[in-house]
C-alpha cells in the first residue's frame, strides 16, 4: 500500500500529479539514506529537490557524480557554476545580466552577480497560486489568523505603497519593534518591496537595548506593536517604544500595528497600520528590481562583546542562500507548513521568512513558552511538517519527563531543525523515542551571515550529535585542527550571503578586522567545528569561549554535557578566571545552577570534580565551583559566557542591555565575593618540619590539610587522588610543598603507586606501601636509548608534523656536535614497549660564571593526548639535577604553566626594529663585517672559537664586526618572527653577541647589515643584547625561561638550542 504523508496529499491537491510517477532513480540514495538513529530508515517517498537538482546539473554539465560527496566537491571547486546553475534551477523573478556570476577570489572583497536585479519581496509573494496558504499567525488567548497568499501580498503592497507616499527611498532605514505575528512580515515585506532596509527589535528588549541597536541605523521610520500582552513584563511596552522614538532624532513617523495606545511624549506623526493597509491598490503598485547587493536588512550582532555590530546584508545574497538551504538542505516544497520557535529578534525569524519563496506556509506564534507542552501542542494543532527549535526547548521537555508522542499526534511532522546551541547526542535518541523517528538535523551558522555553515541533507544519514554536511558551494574547513580534528570555522571559498559589511564602517577595517584578521584571507566565523571523514560536522562551542586550562583547549559545552547526567544540576557553565597565583595566570570556574532544594555541599563538588575526571580529563576540573541561582542569558536565549566571564572577574559588564537577566551577573560577582579566593600558596603556619612530627597521625593530619588545599575539596586518607580529579599540575605543586615540609623528596612515580594522602604517610616514612595500580598499567619514564631515536621521531612528527620541521628534522635533536659527553639527550614516557612522550634535554658547558656551568635546554616535549595526565613526570625526570640551569625557549601554553609552576622565570623582554628606526646610531666610523667563515675563526677567542665549531653545520649568520681593535661577534638565524601588526614576516633573530657595546654603538649600521645579507625586514633580540634606550618598533615578553639568572649578558643567549637545530 502506498505511504502518503500529508504534504505529499497538499503537493497532489495543488499539483494534481501523484508523487510516484516521478523519477526516484538515483545511483547513491539507497547507499547513503539509512540513519544511524534508531527508527528513522531515511525512506522519502518524494525524491528530494537535492536530488533532482543534482540531476539537473548533471544534465547541463555533462558531468556525473556518483557520490555526493563529488557533487559537494564540485559545487566548491566550481562555485561559480554551481551558483549559476542553482539560479537557473531556482527559477527566481530576476533580470539583468546573470555574468559575471562572482567578482573577485577573496571571500572579504567578492561580489555575486553585480550585474543581475531582484526584488527579494516580489520573489516570495509571486508566482504561486494566491488561494494557497501563505502564514498562520498563533496567539496564546486569541484565534489563529490565517492568510493566503493573495491576502499576504495585498497587505503588503498596500503597505509599501503607504511608505513610498511617506517618502520612503530604495536605501531609506525602516525599523519595527515587534511580536511575531502578521504584522511583522507584512512590514518587512513592504521595506523589501520598496527597496528600504529593514531591521527588527523584540518587544522583550528594554528601551536601551533598543536605542543601542536601532541608533546607529538611524531609521526615518518606526513601526511598533503598542498593546501590552498578560506575559510582559517590565516597563509598558507603549513607553518603551516611546522613549525609542524620543531617541531617534532620524524619525520622521511611527507606525502602530495595533490598537494600542502610544504613550505621551513621541515627538513625530503616529499612523495606524490597518488605516495604512485598507488603502492601497496592488494593481497599482510596482515591482522595481533592484541591484544583487542591495542592502535589505540591518541585524545585531549579540552585544555580548561590546556594542552591537550593524551587519547589513544584501537582498539576491540572502535570497539566493536561503532557497539553498530550504529547498536543497531542508527540502521544503510548496504547501508544507514550517515552524521555527523564534522572535523578530534573531535571525532565525529572517531566515523562516524566506521560505515563502519556496511556497512553504509559515506558522507564527507570539506567546510564552509555558511549559514543555507549549510548542508541541502548535506542532499539532497547525500539522507542521518541519518544527526548528532549540536544544534547550527539548532539554526543558527531557527534564521535565514529558513524552510528547503520548500526548499529540504527529502525523504531519517530517523533520525537526534544531540550532542556537550544541545538540548532544543523547538528544537524538530521545527524540526518536519520545516524539517521532524522523530526522533531528543539527543546523549551524549565524547572524553574520544569515545562514548556515552546516545543516541537514535529505541524501545523507542522520548521526547522533552531527551535521549532516557542510552547506553546497561553501568551502567550509576546521582550521589548525587539534588532536581530537577540532579547529576554527573558516570558509575559504566566497558566498553570496557574506555581509556586505558593517553599517558605518566606510574603510571596512571593522569589518576585515571581525572576520578576516584572524586568518586572512579567510572567512573566520568563531566556532569550534571538527569533520568526520564522512563530512559530517560537530560543533563544538565559541572558539572565544573556549576554555585553554594550561594549554589543552576545553569546549565549555563538553562540561556542560558530562555533568547532564547528575540529577543536582539543571545548568552548568565553566568560565576562566583571572587569578595571578595560578599557573598560565587564569583558573576554571564552574557555575552549577542546582535543582529546587539542592546545595553545592563538599561532598556534591567532588562528585563533580570525579565525574569531570572520569568523563572528561583533568583539564576540565575547576578550581572553584560556585551556586548560582540562574546563568545571563541574551535575548535570543543563549547562554552569555562572555557576561559570566565578566561578571566572575569583577570587571564590568561589556554590554549588560543584550542580557534577558542582567541580575544574573550581580548575583554571580556576590556569589563569587562568598565563595572566596582559592590560595594558590600554602599559608606559613601550616608549614612543620618532620622532625616536628611525633606520630603518624600528626603526619597524616598534616597531609591531609595540605592536601584538601591543595586539591580543592576535602579528601580522605585512603582517596585516590587522581580518581577525584587532581591533574598534574596541582599533584606536581603538592609534592614540591611537601618536599619542603617533609624535607625528604618524594618521587612523582613513587607517589602515584598510591596516590592517596596515605601513601604519601608511607613515602615520607619511607615505606613503599602497596601500589594502588599493576606496573604493566602505569606509564614510566626513562632515559633515551640509541634505540629509541626513529620512533621518538615518529612521535614528534605525529605532535608538531606541520610548518617547516619534517620527519628528518628531529634527527638533529640526537645528532649535535657538541653533544659527546652529556648526561642524556632526553627522557621518553613510555606504556610498556610503546614510547608516548618525550622531553628533549640538550646540555651545553657554558661559560655563565668562572667555573663554568651546565646549561640544559628543554626542547620538543610531547605526549600523546591519553597519557597527558603522566606529562609531568618527564620534566621531574628532566629537571632533576639542581646544579644544572634549565632552559625553555619555544614552550607552549601548558610547558609555560609547568616550568612556572617550578619557579622557573622569564627571560628579558624581546624587542623588534624595523629598519630606519633608530638614525641616531648611523654615525660615521670604520666598520669592518667579516662573514667568510675562514676568517672569521681566526679572529675569535678561544671561547668564541669552540662556539663558532659547534654551530658552524647549521644554516646560521656567523658575522664579526670590528672598529679600531675592538670586535664583537653575532650569531643570527633568518626565521619567520611575528613583529608589528601581528603578522609573520622574515626576521634575523640574534642568538648570540659577544660584546653588547660595540653593537649598541652602531646598532643601525649592523643591523642593516644583517638585514641586507640575510634578506629579512625585521631584526629581533633580546633586551640584554639591545637595551632599551634604542627605539623598538615593537616589544614584547617572550615566552622563554630558564630556572636561574646567574650570570651576566653571555647567559641570555639562545645557542645550544632547538633555535639552531630545528627549521623553525
Excluded at 545543516?455 to 553546497?472: D, F, H, M
Aim: one cysteine or more; hydrophobic letters at 40%.
Amino acid at each position: 500500500m502506498e505511504r502518503i504523508l500529508p504534504y505529499q496529499a497538499k503537493l497532489r491537491a495543488i499539483e494534481g500529479a501523484a508523487v510516484t510517477d516521478r523519477d526516484t532513480s538515483f545511483p547513491w540514495r539507497n547507499r547513503t539514506g539509512a540513519s544511524t538513529v534508531p527508527g528513522w530508515d531515511g525512506a522519502c517517498p518524494a525524491p528530494p529537490q537535492l536530488a533532482e537538482f543534482i540531476h539537473f546539473c548533471e544534465h547541463r554539465t555533462g558531468r556525473t557524480f556518483p557520490e555526493y560527496r563529488d557533487f559537494e566537491a564540485y559545487a566548491v571547486e566550481e562555485f561559480r557554476a554551481f551558483w549559476s546553475l542553482f539560479l537557473r534551477w531556482s527559477r527566481l523573478p530576476v533580470s539583468g545580466s546573470t555574468s559575471p556570476v562572482c567578482d573577485g577570489e577573496l571571500c572579504e572583497r567578492a561580489r555575486f552577480f553585480p550585474d543581475l536585479r531582484l526584488n527579494y519581496a516580489e520573489a516570495l509573494l509571486t508566482g504561486r497560486d494566491g488561494h494557497g496558504p501563505a502564514l498562520t499567525a498563533c496567539h496564546p488567548h486569541r484565534p489563529d489568523e490565517e492568510l493566503n497568499r493573495s491576502e499576504l501580498c495585498r497587505r503588503v503592497t498596500a503597505l509599501a505603497g503607504a511608505l513610498r507616499r511617506l517618502g520612503i527611498r530604495p536605501g531609506d532605514r525602516v525599523a519595527a519593534v515587534a511580536r511575531n505575528n502578521v504584522e511583522a512580515v507584512v512590514a518587512a515585506l513592504a521595506a523589501a518591496a520598496i527597496g528600504a532596509v529593514f531591521s527588527s527589535c523584540a518587544p522583550d528588549m528594554g528601551a536601551h537595548a533598543m536605542l543601542s541597536r536601532l541608533g546607529p541605523v538611524a531609521p526615518r521610520l518606526l513601526l511598533a506593536h503598542l498593546r501590552p500582552e498578560p506575559w510582559d513584563t517590565g516597563v509598558p511596552i507603549a513607553a518603551r517604544v516611546a522613549e525609542v522614538a524620543g531617541g531617534l532624532s532620524s524619525l520622521t513617523h511611527l507606525i502602530a500595528l495595533d490598537a494600542g495606545e502610544p504613550a505621551s511624549g513621541i515627538g513625530v506623526p503616529v499612523l495606524r497600520y490597518a488605516d495604512l493597509i485598507s488603502q492601497g491598490d496592488e494593481a497599482e503598485f510596482t515591482w522595481e528590481r533592484f541591484p544583487f547587493n542591495h542592502p535589505l536588512f540591518i541585524m545585531f550582532s549579540s552585544g555580548t562583546t561590546g556594542a552591537p555590530k550593524c551587519i547589513v546584508h544584501g537582498a539576491g545574497g540572502t535570497l539566493i542562500e536561503h532557497i539553498k538551504e530550504h529547498r536543497l538542505h531542508c527540502d521544503i516544497r510548496p504547501a508544507e507548513t514550517i515552524y521555527f520557535h523564534t522572535s523578530c529578534a534573531w535571525m532565525m525569524w529572517n531566515w523562516q521568512l524566506s521560505a515563502l519563496a519556496s511556497g512553504a506556509e509559515l506558522v507564527l506564534f507570539d506567546g510564552p513558552v509555558q511549559g514543555p507542552d507549549t510548542l508541541w501542542a502548535l506542532v499539532e494543532r497547525r500539522a507542521v511538517a518541519v518544527f526548528g527549535t532549540s536544544p534547550a526547548y527539548l532539554e526543558l521537555c527531557e527534564g521535565a519527563s514529558f513524552s510528547p508522542r503520548a500526548a499529540f499526534d504527529f502525523t504531519a511532522l517530517r523533520a525537526i531543525l534544531s540550532t542556537g546551541s550544541i545538540l548532544h547526542d543523547r538528544q537524538f535518541d530521545w527524540v526518536c523515542e519520545h516524539v517521532k523517528a524522523v530526522p533531528l538535523q543539527s543546523i549551524s551558522g549565524g547572524t553574520d551571515i544569515i545562514g548556515c555553515f552546516v545543516l541537514g541533507n535529505p541524501l545523507l544519514p542522520v548521526q547522533r550529535g552531527e551535521a549532516q554536511c557542510r552547506s553546497l558551494g561553501l568551502d567550509v574547513r576546521a582550521l589548525a585542527e587539534d588532536s581530537a580534528g577540532i579547529g576554527e570555522l573558516v570558509c575559504a571559498s566566497p558566498f553570496p550571503s557574506r555581509p556586505l559589511g558593517f553599517l558605518g564602517d566606510t574603510d571596512g577595517s571593522r569589518f576585515h578586522a571581525s572576520y578576516f584578521s584572524q586568518n586572512p584571507p579567510l572567512w573566520t566565523h568563531g566556532d569550534l567545528i571538527a569533520f568526520t571523514p564522512a563530512g559530517g560536522a560537530r560543533l563544538h562551542g565559541r572558539s572565544d569561549g573556549v576554555l585553554n586550562i594550561r594549554g589543552v583547549r576545553v569546549g565549555p559545552a563538553e562540561i556542560h554535557d558530562i555533568l547532564r547526567a547528575m540529577d543536582e544540576i539543571v545548568e552548568a557553565m565553566a568560565v576562566e578566571q583571572r587569578a595571578e597565583a595560578a599557573p598560565g595566570g587564569t583558573q576554571l570556574v564552574l557555575l552549577v545552577v542546582l535543582r529546587e532544594g539542592a546545595t553545592l555541599t563538599p561532598g556534591l563538588t567532588k562528585r563533580i570534580r570525579s565525574r569531570l575526571a572520569a568523563d572528561g580529563s583533568t583539564a576540565m576540573i575547576p578550581a572553584r565551583c560556585v551556586q548560582v541561582s540562574e546563568l545571563p542569558t541574551t535575548f535570543n536565549g543563549k547562554r552569555s559566557e562572555a557576561a559570566a566571564r565578566d561578571a566572575v572577574n569583577g570587571h564590568a559588564i561589556r554590554n549588560l542591555d543584550a542580557l534577558a537577566n542582567p541580575a544574573s551577573t550581580d548575583a554571580i560577582r556576590d556569589a563569587i565575593r562568598r565563595n572566596g579566593a582559592v590560595e594558590h600558596e600554602r599559608p606559613t603556619d601550616v608549614v612543620e618540619s618532620r622532625a616536628n612530627i611525633q606520630v603518624e597521625g600528626d603526619l597524616e593530619r598534616l597531609l591531609k590539610d595540605i592536601t584538601s588545599r591543595r586539591v580543592g575539596v576535602p579528601v580522605s586518607l585512603d582517596e585516590s587522588l587522581l580518581e577525584i580529579g587532581a591533574d598534574s599540575l596541582t599533584l606536581l605543586k603538592l609534592l614540591m610543598e611537601i618536599e619542603e615540609m617533609a624535607g625528604c623528596e618524594v618521587a612523582f612515580d613513587a607517589f602515584l603507586s598510591d596516590p592517596s594522602v596515605r601513601g604519601l604517610s608511607r613515602l615520607i616514612r619511607g615505606e613503599r606501601g602497596h601500589s594502588s595500580t599493576h606496573p604493566e598499567e602505569r606509564p614510566e619514564v626513562r632515559p633515551v636509548r640509541d634505540e629509541d631515536v626513529e620512533a621518538i621521531c615518529r612521535l614528534l612528527q605525529e605532535g608538531f608534523g606541520s610548518g617547516n620541521v619534517g620527519p628528518g628534522d628531529w634527527r638533529r635533536l640526537f645528532e649535535r656536535p657538541w653533544a659527546s659527553s652529556v648526561p642524556t639527550t632526553g627522557f621518553v614516557l613510555t606504556m610498556g614497549s610503546e614510547i608516548v612522550g618525550f622531553l628533549g634535554t640538550l646540555y651545553s658547558q657554558r661559560p655563565l660564571d668562572e667555573e663554568g656551568a651546565c646549561v640544559c635546554n628543554l626542547t620538543s616535549w610531547y605526549v600523546r593526548p591519553g597519557y597527558r595526565g603522566q606529562g609531568s613526570l618527564l620534566l621531574a625526570a628532566a629537571t632533576r639535577d639542581k646544579s644544572v640551569t634549565y632552559t625553555t625557549l619555544t614552550p607552549g601554553p601548558e610547558t609555560t604553566a609547568m616550568v612556572e609552576a617550578l619557579n622557573f622565570l622569564p627571560l628579558k623582554m624581546r624587542r623588534f626594529f624595523l629598519p630606519g628606526l633608530n638614525l641616531g646610531t648611523l654615525r660615521a666610523g670604520s666598520l669592518r663585517f667579516d662573514d667568510d667563515p675562514r676568517t672569521i675563526r681566526s679572529l675569535l677567542s678561544e671561547v668564541d672559537q669552540r662556539i663558532f665549531d659547534d654551530h658552524a653545520a647549521y644554516d646560521l649568520l656567523h658575522l664579526v664586526v670590528r672598529e679600531n681593535g675592538e670586535q664583537t661577534y653575532l650569531i643570527l638565524k633568518r626565521r619567520r618572527v611575528r613583529a608589528v601588526w601581528s603578522v609573520l614576516v622574515p626576521g634575523s633573530e640574534l642568538l648570540y653577541c659577544s660584546n653588547p657595546g660595540l653593537l649598541v654603538r652602531h646598532f643601525e649600521r649592523i643591523k642593516l647589515a644583517i638585514l641586507m645579507r640575510q634578506r629579512a625586514v625585521v631584526f629581533a633580540a633580546d633586551e640584554g643584547f639591545v637595551p632599551a634606550t634604542i627605539r623598538a618598533a615593537r616589544k614584547a615578553r617572550g615566552n622563554r625561561y630558564r630556572s636561574s639568572l646567574a650570570g651576566t649578558a653571555p647567559e641570555l643567549d639562545l645557542l645550544y638550542s632547538e633555535l639552531v637545530l630545528l627549521p623553525i
